[in-house]
């Protein structure tokens, strides 16, 4: 199993631009989740997901969109980047009966 | 948002010594996790707790789930080098996913 997957590794953004955060997981998880970590702090909840066409949103969420159509895939999207967005933006997903998280290697994203 | 206070925000120790780390907070849960984290990779699970006053190991680390529900206490013994990294808690309420995360406490190992 690949386990948790997310592309790029890296971004850099221009203010305004849009993009998706790609993330998969192909250990049939039903929960997916999106975090965005920011120097000195913890992980922040953006969004989850407990199954397909089921999501929900956490702490952080406004400036990203979110869909699950599969049970595999978990794109995060900005609509309209700006510089507070630049972080890193790490996946995680689990069994639904196991809190227990199995996180992504993260994605470094850069808005100018 | 809400996070968990995380102590000692960071430290050195010798390698061989004990280490202990704690994680408070205002609410009460039901799932506690600790998780460490390499630099350039996501964070790993280490032990999850489910109840009030469970004791958990794995190998050289010990977590418990303090019995108010709002505190949680990680141990590591005889550390070596590659315990350096950074440790956070993370802890839910029943019947949801939304975790909130620690702010992490650094660990250094001096050979």
């Known amino acids: 199993n690949a386990g948790v997957t997310q592309t790029p590794k890296f971004q850099v953004l221009k203010t305004g631009q849009s993009m998706t955060l790609q993330c998969a997981q192909d250990?049939?998880?039903?929960?997916m989740s999106w975090y965005r970590q920011d120097p000195g702090m913890g992980l922040r909840l953006i969004h989850y997901?407990?199954?397909?066409?089921?999501?929900d949103q956490g702490e952080v969420p406004n400036g990203y969109n979110v869909s699950r159509s599969t049970t595999e895939d978990f794109p995060l999207r900005l609509l309209s980047a700006a510089p507070s967005q630049t972080s890193v933006y790490f996946c995680a997903s689990s069994p639904r009966a196991d809190p227990g998280q199995f996180f992504g290697p993260g994605t470094r994203l850069t808005v100018l | 948002g809400q996070q968990l206070n995380q102590s000692p925000q960071s430290m050195f120790i010798q390698e061989g010594e004990d280490v202990s780390m704690n994680c408070t907070s205002s609410s009460i849960f039901n799932t506690w996790l600790w998780y460490k984290q390499d630099p350039g990779e996501g964070p790993v699970l280490l032990i999850a707790l489910y109840k009030a006053g469970e004791l958990t190991s794995n190998g050289r680390l010990t977590a418990q789930f303090g019995i108010t529900r709002k505190d949680s206490f990680l141990n590591i013994s005889a550390s070596i080098p590659s315990d350096v990294g950074i440790y956070f808690c993370a802890g839910s309420t029943s019947g949801t996913y939304k975790y909130i995360f620690g702010t992490g406490t650094r660990l250094k190992v001096l050979a």
């Open positions: 997901s407990v199954g397909a066409g089921i999501t």
């Open positions: 250990m049939n998880h039903e929960y």
